[in-house]
């Protein structure tokens, strides 16, 4: 987990910054809008509801390319929200425009917007010492597969800001380095100085909701916890597509069953060429929207899924190990062993395996494919 404090600074006043790789990084604008149904809804005709449903569906699909929108159930977790859209765009005109546009629907109708936090990411005036890209990553959002996702506005002290930046990165450092024992919830951190009301918006993404309780209980016990104005309220979502989330609040089921859900993936991803990938050599590519971890070890490629099944640590920074019986990566986190052939556990505290993909060389170029 990364730090979630940051501020504005005279240093870093930009728009666009440069990336670990020089080339420049925009910054994103992120919106949280939180939803609550009018109950005379539930009220409508089965027919009727089922047709509002669809026709919110395809409203909002027909902003797939201009935003990347997220949606989240809060059914049985709050009382006074029940939807999430959580939004990420390169400018703030498409979260006016869908708003507009669900408004002008029969079902936008009966959604109330309860709350919508504006931000945008920002690269933070701490060191991250342990991981010197991570304030340049944090620019852009990239939600994970998680099935939990932890909501909440941020406000520091004022007197926060008055003490010297070395006192606040010293509060940081200790605030780090509770963050980094709990490496199954991933933060995104995104800035609202001057766009909204609080300071920042934090988002915890995670499969464990116990790990996000437990480190929240630490992070208090943190000298930095001192200069925390507020933090509430926090807000839980359930994963679920977008005819999921809606399905959630009442109404005949739309969602399709997953089975007829499942799409007609391209069976093979172009890597590049083998000239350029010798021994020794590892890579991360997007296989069928999968992150896959690509080894080449003693001319032999490996390809798997890059996200350990314990805790969703990068195998691809992995420590490889070749021995007469098997050849192996090592999970930087914590350690577990997986066969690169296989993807099965050899050691450690994992308990499941990971995929493997299939790896081709055709005419001097890599092709990775479902195994
Ligand atoms: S994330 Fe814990 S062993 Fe890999």
């Not at 870093?12 to 420049?24: E, H, L, S």
């Not at 390319?65 to 989240?72: Q, V």
């Not at 399709?256 to 083998?274: A, L, M, R």
Request: a negative charge; glycine letters at 6%; one cysteine or more.
């Amino acid at each position: 987990m990364s730090s979630f404090l940051g501020e504005q600074t005279k240093q870093r006043p930009q728009t666009t910054v440069p990336n670990g790789k020089g080339k420049p990084t925009k910054r994103q604008y992120v919106r949280f809008a939180f939803y609550k149904l009018d109950p005379e809804w539930r009220r409508l005709s089965p027919e009727e509801q089922a047709s509002q449903k669809q026709e919110l569906v395809e409203t909002i699909e027909t902003f797939n390319r201009r935003m990347l929108l997220r949606p989240y159930t809060l059914m049985g977790t709050r009382s006074d929200v029940e939807l999430l859209l959580w939004q990420i765009a390169e400018s703030i005109e498409p979260f006016q425009e869908l708003a507009a546009a669900l408004v002008t629907t029969r079902m936008g109708s009966y959604l109330t917007l309860v709350v919508s936090y504006l931000s945008q990411t920002k690269r933070s005036i701490y060191e991250i010492r342990d991981n010197p890209n991570e304030d340049v990553e944090r620019l852009i959002i990239s939600p994970s597969e998680a099935k939990y996702l932890f909501v909440y506005p941020f406000v520091k002290t004022r007197s926060w800001y008055q003490m010297s930046l070395e006192q606040r990165q010293a509060m940081m450092d200790e605030h780090i380095r509770v963050g980094r024992k709990y490496p199954a919830v991933k933060l995104n951190t995104t800035y609202s100085f001057g766009l909204d009301d609080q300071e920042f918006v934090v988002a915890f993404e995670t499969d464990e909701p116990s790990d996000f309780l437990d480190l929240v209980q630490e992070l208090r016990e943190t000298e930095a916890s001192v200069y925390t104005l507020r933090d509430t309220p926090l807000y839980s979502g359930l994963r679920a597509g977008l005819a999921e989330s809606l399905d959630a609040l009442g109404g005949p089921k739309i969602a399709k069953p997953v089975s007829q859900d499942v799409q007609i993936q391209p069976s093979w991803t172009e890597v590049g060429s083998i000239a350029d990938f010798g021994d020794g050599a590892r890579k991360v590519i997007y296989h069928n929207g999968q992150q896959v971890a690509l080894f080449n070890v003693g001319g032999r490629l490996y390809a798997l899924n890059n996200r350990c099944s314990h805790a969703r640590g990068p195998l691809s920074e992995g420590e490889v190990q070749v021995s007469p019986e098997t050849c192996s990566v090592t999970c930087p986190w914590h350690y577990a062993k997986y066969d690169l052939a296989t993807g099965e556990v050899v050691d450690g505290i994992a308990s499941a395996p990971v995929a493997t993909y299939s790896v081709d060389v055709r005419d001097g170029v890599i092709f990775v494919g479902n195994a």
